[in-house]
């Protein structure tokens, strides 16, 4: 996110004022620099050393991930899967976010201690949870047949299904919160000003209040796709045979197989596929005014 | 942009609830979910040593049968340490032993030992325990066994009466005379029931090494329709039979024991068991080596091996355990000699030789079909 940071160093009406100005910003980013250096960049080149290195310098992890197709497939699997559970997450977030945005104040701190809650507990505890509501002869099952709903308990757990619906819930929160920040830094007035003007509720949502939120969106969508590469506990637990994610055969190989090159090797495509969507995103979305809304 | 920033601060004062508040509560809550497992505490006069536990209702078993009766004894306190094997590795790698004491099952050992980080168990400066009592085939080198466990048939008494329950895994496999959702065993759980597969597919008990893997897949190719899910931990297999989620399925059989004896209609069938050992070892390096020695020297007694298969069912590897503890006990047990006999030793060597191999073939299996 220095992103902000170089705008300002090329920033063209630069006075010496200004730069004074931006050194001090400078100091102010150093800490996080020198921590994301050590314990965040410096590790990766470890990964990336460790993937073409194995008693000796050879490419044997990367021909080995295109030997088969197996691997290719699980990240395209993968892809998919964070790509269902963001859109979800975004429907069911926009609207709480909005909510958390434009209610009362006091209101708004309860909402947001409800969203955070979550977090306060572990997650493999709330995916176990969700095991015991979606079961055959869990809890949702249970009032559905009782209700006479569906003759036979719906199969919603231990397949594709159970998995968009755990990750879904663990990712919410940092879509809701993501979205609120920046809803909450719309000024009203121009929604009023909107409906002054002969819009309707629904133009002046369209045309002027969804339109601002764009970069809490971009924002969101983006935490929340990134985040959902990197599962592996929930569709672990929550999945059926065949949901597997990247993530689950990275840990099988660094404490199954005990190959760590090749689970280095997998990694590093698993990133480099997230930077190539993330900057193909960037172009689409026009990210850049994302962090104009946060500069 | 800097106009529309000061306008946010504005409007989050004004809402009350500004972007830092969230993200301090945030940062809270992280803070708390990361908290460190290793607290420091005190070291006594005694010192320590440090071992590494799996969980489970087996780890409470431990405590109680082994180290609250060590420390009692010699002063030495006992830290337990969760830990995985990569992160066993990744200790010895860099040099940085936190730990003492290696408890995990034969696969796990082995790949310890085959990357040399396991010191030599000193059988000759035991003063407790008698090495001579213990099992020849968990004595080893730098293990020495500390349990025999089981991978059984479990199913649900309800869905089948006992004397109605499949007695082999032919019938296991024969999903239409023995109708219900079943669950087999997930890589991550130490090994897939290539095992089970084979015994199935009429392959004799003696001649299943070295296992055939192709026909083992072939084999499982025909009891998929009615996996409903590949277990990865023990907690999960316990839940999804208690549960009812299957009615049948592979698990160890301390953790069927365990929900069975709290009320769950759940029981083993206890032929063509796959018998496994889990071991004692001594990192490389380790800081607190001989008070590790000693650890293990006082677990290898009769008295506490036969205490802790009193609490979990997991069978002795001193063979003079067996000579207190009482019958009802021992029935339980899967080296008893009447579980022993109609059951098959896993070969973990053999596990351990050819995981790579059945790793990307299980990654193909299960995306093949839906």
């Known amino acids: ?295 | 942009m800097s106009q529309t920033r000061r306008e946010q601060m504005v409007l989050a004062r004004s809402t009350g609830v500004s972007r830092r508040h969230l993200l301090a509560g945030t940062a809270a809550a992280l803070a708390t979910a990361s908290m460190p497992i290793v607290w420091p505490r005190r070291a006594s006069a005694a010192g320590k040593v440090v071992l590494r536990t799996i969980g489970g209702a087996y780890e409470e078993a431990v405590v109680k049968a082994i180290v609250e009766p060590f420390t009692k004894a010699t002063g030495i306190e006992v830290v337990k340490v969760p830990a995985t094997l990569g992160k066993l590795l990744a200790m010895f790698e860099s040099g940085n032993i936190e730990l003492d004491v290696v408890d995990a099952g034969e696969l796990g050992m082995i790949s310890l030992s085959q990357k040399g980080a396991l010191e030599k168990i000193n059988y000759k400066g035991w003063k407790l325990a008698n090495p001579d009592d213990m099992d020849p085939f968990i004595r080893r080198d730098d293990m020495v066994g500390d349990i025999y466990f089981s991978s059984v048939l479990g199913y649900n008494t309800q869905a089948f009466p006992t004397g109605k329950q499949p007695r082999s895994w032919a019938e296991f496999w024969d999903l239409k005379k023995f109708v219900g959702p079943r669950m087999l065993a997930d890589l991550a759980s130490g090994n897939i029931d290539l095992e089970f597969a084979l015994l199935a597919d009429g392959v004799p008990k003696d001649k299943l090494y070295p296992l055939d893997i192709e026909r083992g897949f072939k084999s499982l190719d025909r009891v998929r329709p009615a996996i409903r899910k590949f277990w990865d931990t023990g907690a999960l297999s316990a839940q999804m039979l208690a549960d009812k989620e299957v009615v049948l399925g592979s698990i160890w059989n301390g953790r069927l024991q365990a929900v069975a004896d709290k009320g769950a209609p759940l029981a083993i069938e206890w032929n063509e068991a796959s018998l496994q050992s889990q071991y004692w070892g001594v990192l490389k390096g380790a800081k607190n080596a001989e008070n590790a020695h000693r650890f293990i020297d006082f677990a290898c007694q009769p008295e506490p091996q036969a205490n802790l298969a009193k609490l979990i069912p997991y069978g002795p590897t001193n063979r003079q355990a067996f000579k207190s503890i009482p019958a009802d006990v021992a029935a339980r047990l899967p080296s008893s000699p009447e579980h022993k006999a109609r059951a098959f030793l896993q070969n973990g060597k053999w596990w351990a030789d050819n995981r790579a191999k059945v790793s990307e073939r299980w990654s193909q299996w299960l995306l093949q079909k839906g």
Request: aromatic share 10%.
């Open chain 1, 1 to 295: 996110m220095n992103a902000d940071g170089s705008a300002l160093v090329t920033a063209p009406t630069m006075v010496a004022a200004d730069r004074r100005e931006t050194r001090r910003y400078l100091l102010l980013l150093l800490p996080a620099l020198l921590t994301l250096g050590t314990f965040f960049v410096y590790p990766l080149f470890g990964i990336l050393l460790r993937s073409v290195y194995k008693n000796g310098y050879t490419l044997e992890s990367y021909r080995q991930i295109v030997r088969t197709s197996v691997y290719l497939t699980v990240i395209a699997l993968t892809f998919r899967t964070a790509a269902v559970v963001t859109l979800i997450a975004l429907l069911l977030g926009y609207p709480l976010a909005y909510v958390l945005a434009t209610v009362r104040p006091r209101l708004a701190r309860v909402l947001v201690v409800i969203v955070v809650l979550p977090f306060l507990t572990s997650i493999i505890v709330r995916t176990y949870a969700w095991m015991v509501l979606l079961g055959r002869n869990g809890v949702v099952n249970q009032y559905l047949v009782a209700l006479g709903l569906t003759q036979a308990p719906l199969p919603l757990l231990y397949n594709q299904a159970g998995v968009v619906v755990g990750m879904t819930y663990v990712l919410l929160p940092f879509m809701v919160l993501t979205l609120a920040s920046v809803m909450r830094g719309i000024d009203p007035a121009l929604v009023r000003a909107a409906h002054s003007l002969g819009a309707s509720r629904w133009q002046a949502f369209r045309r002027v209040f969804l339109p601002l939120s764009a970069p809490g969106i971009a924002g969101g969508t983006l935490l929340v796709f990134i985040l959902s590469l990197g599962f592996f506990i929930t569709p672990a637990l929550m999945g059926g045979p065949s949901d597997v994610m990247i993530a689950m055969l990275i840990e099988r190989e660094v404490e199954f197989t005990l190959n760590w090159s090749f689970a280095s090797a997998l990694g590093v495509i698993l990133l480099a596929l997230t930077l190539i969507g993330f900057a193909v995103y960037y172009r689409l979305m026009r990210l850049e005014r994302l962090f104009e809304g946060l500069g």
